[in-house]
Nanobody, 124 residues
Framework: QVQLVESGGGLVQAGASLRLSCAAS????????MGWFRQAPGKEREFVAG????????YYADSVKGRFTISRDNAKNTVYLQMNSLKPEDTAVYYC?????????????????WGQGNQVTVSS
């Protein structure tokens, strides 16, 4: 069992930066691929970024490529999402997810554990 707790969201202006953190419980964090998803009001949950168990492989949605960076610190059981050049369309609840195994999945169904969600609001 893995529990995920996100932090770092908030309200910022367009062009600003935020860093989300996701702390995981358990001693097998390095066995999991980690990902970030987001869900805006009235829309489906969408993939944002993913990182494999070792951090050697990352993958991004086209909408955030070049602006967001996912990273992980296995010693701290934590995954991060650095978000730069934020846009109003980035406004959403951001969820951290964990998936046992090395592979990153770009749909929600294959992920095994989810955090509670963290609101990010970008004003124009």
């Amino acid at each position: 069992q893995v529990q995920l707790v996100e932090s770092g969201g908030g309200l910022v202006q367009a062009g600003a930066s935020l860093r989300l953190s996701c702390a995981a419980s358990g001693r097998t964090f390095s066995s999991y691929a980690m990902g970030w998803f987001r869900q805006a009001p009235g829309k489906e949950r969408e993939f944002v970024a993913g990182i494999n168990w070792s951090g050697s492989n990352t993958y991004y949605a086209d909408s955030v490529k070049g602006r967001f960076t996912i990273s992980r610190d296995n010693a701290k059981n934590t995954v991060y999402l650095q978000m730069n050049s934020l846009k109003p369309e980035d406004t959403a609840v951001y969820y951290c997810a964990a998936r046992l195994g090395p592979a990153i999945a770009t749909t929600a169904r294959p992920w095994d554990y989810w955090g509670q969600g963290n609101q990010v609001t970008v004003s124009s």
